[in-house]
C-alpha cells in the first residue's frame, strides 16, 4: 500500500515540494525559485524536479506515493485541476496544470487553492485541530480565507467559498484589486495596513516612524514601542478582522477563527483588537465559544494541507 503524500505550494516567489508521512509529518522538502516569467510548462518542469528531489531524499519509490497534493494561487477550478488565472504569473490562463504535472510524473494531482490548503494544514495538524467548525484568514498582499464545515472544505460549486479578503465590510470604501469597493482585504491586509498608515502620516499625524519605505513589521514593532499612529492603525486592522471574525461566526457557528501569515507576529497587539471587536460583534452564543488563535504550522500549513486535500479528494480518510 502507498504510505506517502507530496504536497506542493506553487507561489509567485518561490515553489515549494514536501514528501508527507501518514502522520501527517513533513519528511523531506524542496524549495527553489518559481521563475514566473518562463511560463507555466517550465514550471511544472520544475515541480517534477521537486517531486523527483524529495522521492530521492528518502529513497522513496513513486509506487510508494499514493497522490500528489497542489496548493496555487486562484482563481482554479479544482475539480478539473485547472489554474483559470493567476494574476502575478504571466501565462497561466486555463492551464491545466493537475494533468501536466501527472504527466510528468506518473502520479494522479490534485488542485487547491493555497488558502484552502493552508486553512486545512491547521486543520489536520495546526491550530484547527479537533474541531469541526473552523474559519482561517491568511494576512499578507490580500487577505485569503478558508472555512471548514462539518470537517469538510467549503468550495461551492464554482469552487470560489472562503473568498473572505473579498467580503464587504465599508460600503462604497476603498478600491480592493479585485475591482470591487470596501473589501476587507482593502482594510485589513498587510499592504492596506502600510497605506492606511502611510496615508495618516502624510495627512500630519505625528509618529516615531519616519522612515520612507514602510513594512507592516515597521508598524507593528512601533506600536509595541508605545507610537500612538502606529498603535491606532494596527487596533484599526484588529477591529476590521475582528468584524470578519463575528459575522463569520454568526453565520456558520465556527468554533475556531485562525489567523496565518507574516502580519501574526504582531502577537497580543493585534489580537487583543480582534478578540475585542469580535466579542462586541458576535452573536452572544457563539461569542462565547468562538476561539480566535493564530496558526501553528507556519508555510508548513500550505504543504501538509495539499497533500492532505487530495486525500480527501481520492476519497481516502487517511493513507
Ligand atoms: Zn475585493
Not at 490580500?142 to 460549486?157: D, E, F, R, S, Y
Not at 473589501?183 to 497605506?195: F, G, I, K, N
Not at 497580543?268 to 488563535?293: Q, S, Y
Amino acid at each position: 500500500m502507498p504510505s506517502f503524500l507530496i504536497g506542493i505550494d506553487l507561489g509567485g516567489t518561490n515553489l515549494r515540494c514536501a514528501l508527507v508521512d501518514e502522520n501527517q509529518k513533513i519528511i523531506a522538502r524542496y524549495e527553489t525559485d518559481t521563475r514566473a516569467e518562463q511560463g507555466p510548462d517550465a514550471i511544472v518542469e520544475r515541480l517534477a524536479t521537486g517531486v523527483e528531489d524529495v522521492l530521492r531524499q528518502k529513497v522513496v519509490d513513486r509506487n510508494d506515493v499514493l497522490v500528489i497534493g497542489l496548493a496555487a494561487p486562484g482563481p482554479l477550478d479544482g475539480r478539473n485541476g485547472i489554474v483559470l488565472k493567476a494574476p502575478n504569473m504571466p501565462g497561466w490562463e486555463n492551464y491545466p496544470v493537475a494533468e501536466k504535472l501527472r504527466a510528468k510524473t506518473g502520479l494522479r494531482v490534485f488542485l487547491e487553492n493555497d488558502a484552502n490548503a493552508a486553512g486545512w494544514g491547521e486543520y489536520v495538524a495546526g491550530a484547527g485541530r479537533g474541531c469541526e467548525n473552523m474559519v482561517l484568514m491568511t494576512l499578507g498582499t490580500g487577505v485569503g480565507g478558508a472555512i471548514i464545515i462539518n470537517g469538510q472544505m467549503l468550495h461551492g460549486p464554482d469552487w470560489t467559498a472562503g473568498e473572505i479578503g473579498h467580503v464587504v465590510v465599508v460600503d462604497g470604501g476603498r478600491v480592493c484589486g479585485c475591482g470591487g469597493k470596501g473589501c476587507l482585504e482593502a482594510y485589513a491586509s498587510a499592504t492596506a495596513t502600510v497605506r492606511r498608515f502611510t496615508e495618516a502620516r502624510k495627512q500630519g499625524w505625528q509618529t516615531s516612524l519616519n522612515k520612507e519605505i514602510v513594512t507592516c513589521a515597521d508598524i507593528f514593532d512601533t506600536a509595541k514601542g508605545g507610537d500612538n499612529l502606529a498603535k491606532h492603525i494596527v487596533a484599526e486592522t484588529g477591529r476590521y478582522l475582528g468584524l470578519m471574525a463575528a459575522n463569520m461566526a454568526n453565520l456558520l457557528n465556527s468554533e475556531r477563527c485562525i489567523f496565518s501569515g507574516g502580519m501574526i507576529k504582531g502577537g497580543d497587539l493585534l489580537f487583543d483588537a480582534i478578540r475585542k471587536a469580535c466579542a462586541e460583534h458576535a452573536f452572544p452564543a457563539p461569542g462565547k465559544r468562538l476561539e480566535i488563535l493564530p496558526a501553528q504550522l507556519g508555510s508548513d500549513a500550505g504543504l501538509i494541507g495539499a497533500a492532505g486535500c487530495a486525500l480527501v479528494a481520492l476519497g481516502c480518510k487517511s493513507i
